[in-house]
């Protein structure tokens, strides 16, 4: 299961033992493996987790549109677009910008605007259905 960093830096082994860096955003560092930690022990997992130097990225399910807050839905959507995230860019991406920017939207919310985001990157390049 993946983890979001919160905390400006967290460090932690991956399934070799080897200490990885992982900063919260995109910080353009030599050593920074990005802002999602793919892969924690259980140790680390329930370390981090009590810390709250991580969060726990649940699987993306497919969203029911039709019980999204649609003002949710469209705060979120120009949020992204306030922050620069490009429009192919998936959830993970999507939450460490929003939370880099001290924005909150709950995770229905942020699939939604990430699926309607990807729809209309298909409609602009003629490829949708």
């Known amino acids: 299961m993946p983890y979001l960093v919160t905390a400006p830096l967290v460090l ?11 900063y919260r955003g995109n910080v353009p560092a030599p ?19 009590r810390l709250g130097v991580v969060e726990r990225i ?35 991406t999507a939450r460490a910008a929003l939370g880099d920017a001290g924005l909150r939207f709950g995770n229905d919310v942020v699939a939604s605007a990430i699926k309607a985001r990807k729809e209309a990157l298909l409609a602009l390049s003629g490829t949708a259905p």
């Open 31 to 49: 050593a920074n493996s990005g802002p999602i930690i793919p892969w924690l022990s259980d140790e680390q997992a329930a370390h981090f987790l």
């Open 58 to 92: 649940e699987e993306e399910k497919p969203v029911d549109i039709s019980k999204i807050d649609s003002e949710a839905l469209q705060d979120c959507l120009k949020a992204l677009e306030r922050l620069g995230v490009d429009l192919s860019a998936g959830a993970p």
């Open 12 to 22: 932690a082994k991956d399934r070799e033992g080897k200490v990885r860096y992982h």
